[in-house]
């Protein structure tokens, strides 16, 4: 079955830090990555995606991620993290098993919490 | 350009009522998902709405159904609510062929 862990349910870093939010999935051929970040009381926002390509996807507000397909990770990074950037983020995969192309699996999130 | 909008953004219901969420595409997407996100939990696919036609589904039962309309709005209906339908329902669209889902603030459902 396809899926997606979230082995941390927070992640505590300080400001100016680099910070990682991981990620591990299971999916049958090669998966398609998403991460998405979610503010209290808002929905989810696009960060970035994994389709093909290069290893190390960047994305918005300084966000990249780094795809190890040996590894089958997806780890969401950041140079030097912002308290602005405390928000909930959700791995995703696409679903291929499902009729609607763009299905997605999502982890069960992981809090981030940057103190000042 | 206009963002995914849904409304109401907050409802109560009590358990066995029924219940109508609404969802405006982004400007440009034909293609509408919905996903359900309890508390505490990541969001699960419900369905997709594709040509006006239900595209897919997830393991969501029947009384889970949507519509979606020639201007690419969609609406979500739930018969018979249960306690465990309360969530925050989410809405998404995107462009045929293409992979990013952009998402709506959600709508919060309080089944008493």
Redesign the interface.
């Known amino acids: 079955a396809q899926s ?1 862990a979230q082995p941390e349910d927070q992640v505590n870093v300080a400001e100016g830090n680099p910070l990682t939010v991981k990620c591990t999935y299971s999916v049958s051929g090669n998966p ?1 990555l ?1 991460w ?1 970040v979610q503010y209290p ?6 960060l970035l ?1 994994y ?1 093909t390509g290069d290893n190390l996807v960047k994305g918005s507000y300084g966000f990249e991620a780094e795809f190890n397909k040996s590894q089958t990770s997806f780890h969401l990074k950041k140079p030097s993290a912002l308290v602005s950037d405390s928000a909930l983020y ?1 791995c ?1 995969v ?2 291929k098993t ?12 992981t809090t981030l919490s940057v103190s000042s | 350009e206009t963002g995914v909008t849904q409304s109401p953004t907050h409802l109560i219901k009590t358990r066995g009522q029924q219940v109508t969420l609404r969802c405006s595409s982004q400007s440009g997407h034909n293609t509408v998902s919905w996903y359900q996100q309890a508390l505490g939990q990541g969001p699960q696919f419900i369905f997709q709405y594709y040509r006006e036609e239900e595209n897919g589904r997830g393991n969501f039962p029947p009384r889970f159904s949507g519509l979606q309309f020639p201007n690419y709005s969609s609406e979500l209906n739930v018969n018979a609510l249960e306690l465990d339908d309360s969530a925050l329902y989410l809405c998404a669209s995107s462009s045929a062929g293409t992979d990013t889902q952009y998402f709506g603030p959600g709508t919060r459902l309080t089944v008493l």
């Open positions: 997606v398609y998403f998405y009381n808002r929905g989810l926002q696009f995606k389709i959700f995703a696409r679903d499902n009729q609607a192309g763009t299905a997605l699996i999502f982890g069960k999130g």
